[in-house]
């Protein structure tokens, strides 16, 4: 903006200085010629009547009595005698000469500037004075006077845009305020204000900025507290599925269906304290052990079902930047998903292996009836069988957050396949598996 307004300046002041030094370089250009023009003439007109003068007494035509009587002529001037011998130095041609040899006066230009001729009758005859101005007198004082109007423009000119230049700078500072404003919450810093006084409507603009940033930080705060109390009212149920599954036979199914309630009561705690501080508990996981251990849970409930199940899993460790719960809830979504959509008995296959160029690749399927046709699965909340939609949306967020990304498809098995890409986390001689 503020190279624009300087150049918007630099466009508008030159020609505005244009419009007004080429006139004026113009109308000197002018009064030099007609300066030049005037002085031949008057010079003509002086030396005539002198002439006119000094022969009137005369008894003869004498060369000598002239020069005598008018003195040195002036460069420029000169004198024609009847028998054609000229006094004085004519610097143009002859036509002014001719003309005065035949007593008649004679004005105009000619190629080497402007000449005038005023003829003097005589009782010997007709002389005649010719005055001339040569192309440099009469163009004498113009090249100054351009050089003067084209300084005086310059500066008129670079005044102009150092003006525009100094408004633009104090426009657009607090403009890039607000931007530097506008970008720390964008990057997440909901305490960022914006201080702008000056111009008023910028100062609006930082106001209405500010405000949004309050609304936004009340809104995230209350968001916080909302889901913090759901998983508050989330650990009452878990409480009595656990007690459910302790009244069971030990068996291996019931210490399974156990560490599922403790993984979920564990996922529980760390999300209230994850929305209570706002960031994620843990930044990284090993996709290996996150997925084989939710996959514990979910086997059980296959076994019961009759569900046959394939699992391809990448001995690891497989770390990942993205936190337990969130890959957790990624895996269990999936599977929810798997179980929600198709019918008991229904095979599917769930596959962890290593990509190209350190990248993950989850692949979930089955042997359903495949994604409905018309109905976009991606859709956050979107579903065509009924559920909430947001399996697949968790899925695209976790990818997207490791710099992945979620495809959909037909499966090997012949119904719904949703194969995710997650980009390996930089190796770390310190990782250990949460």
């Given at each position: ?10 466009a508008i002041t030159s020609l505005v200085v244009i419009s007004f030094t080429v ?231 019931r210490m399974a269906l156990l560490e599922g309630v403790d993984r979920m009561q ?169």
């Amino acid at each position: 903006m503020r190279r624009r307004l300087a150049v918007l300046a630099l466009a508008i002041t030159s020609l505005v200085v244009i419009s007004f030094t080429v006139p004026l370089i113009l109308v000197v250009r002018r009064e030099a010629r007609e300066r030049a023009q005037i002085t031949a003439e008057t010079q003509s007109q002086t030396f005539a009547g002198l002439l006119a003068v000094t022969l009137a007494g005369a008894e003869s035509l004498d060369r000598t009595s002239i020069q005598n009587a008018i003195g040195d002529l002036p460069d420029g001037v000169g004198i024609v005698l009847p028998d054609g011998e000229t006094i004085g130095e004519i610097a143009l041609s002859s036509e002014a000469a001719a003309s005065v040899r035949l007593g008649v006066p004679d004005a105009g230009f000619t190629s080497d500037g402007w000449e005038v001729g005023i003829p003097v009758q005589t009782r010997w005859g007709v002389l005649g004075v010719v005055a001339t101005a040569t192309n440099q007198e009469l163009s004498r004082g113009v090249g100054t006077a351009t050089i003067i109007l084209g300084l005086v423009g310059l500066v008129v000119v670079g005044a102009a845009v150092a003006v525009a230049d100094r408004l633009g700078r104090n426009l657009v500072r607090p403009v890039d305020e607000l931007a530097g404003v506008a970008r720390r919450l964008g990057e997440g810093e909901l305490q960022a204000r914006a201080f702008v006084t000056e111009p008023p409507e910028v100062a609006a603009v930082g106001s209405a900025l500010n405000l949004l940033a309050e609304r936004l930080g009340s809104m995230l705060t209350a968001e916080r507290e909302s889901l913090a109390d759901l998983s508050h009212r989330l650990r009452t149920p878990l409480t009595g599925l656990r007690l459910q599954a302790e009244r069971l036979p030990e068996s291996q199914d019931r210490m399974a269906l156990l560490e599922g309630v403790d993984r979920m009561q564990a996922a529980v705690d760390g999300l209230i304290v994850a929305v209570r501080s706002g960031r994620s508990t843990t930044d990284q996981a090993d996709a290996a052990q996150v997925v084989k251990r939710h996959l514990e849970f979910w086997g059980v409930l296959a076994r019961e079902q009759g569900r046959p199940l394939t699992v391809v899993l990448d001995p690891g460790p497989l770390p990942v930047p993205v936190g337990a719960e969130e890959l957790g809830s990624m895996v269990d979504g999936l599977l929810g998903n798997v179980f929600s959509h198709t019918k008991p008995g229904t095979p599917f296959e769930v596959k962890l292996v290593r990509g190209e160029e350190s990248e993950i690749v989850l692949i979930v399927s089955d042997a359903g009836e495949g994604f409905p046709a018309g109905v976009d699965p991606m859709g956050r909340g979107v579903s065509g069988k009924g559920s909430t939609g947001l399996g697949l949306d968790i899925a695209r967020r976790v990818a997207e957050r490791c710099h992945g990304s979620v495809n959909l498809g037909r499966a090997r098995l012949g119904g719904a396949e949703v194969v995710v890409t997650l980009r390996q986390k930089a190796a770390n001689p310190g990782f250990t598996a949460p």
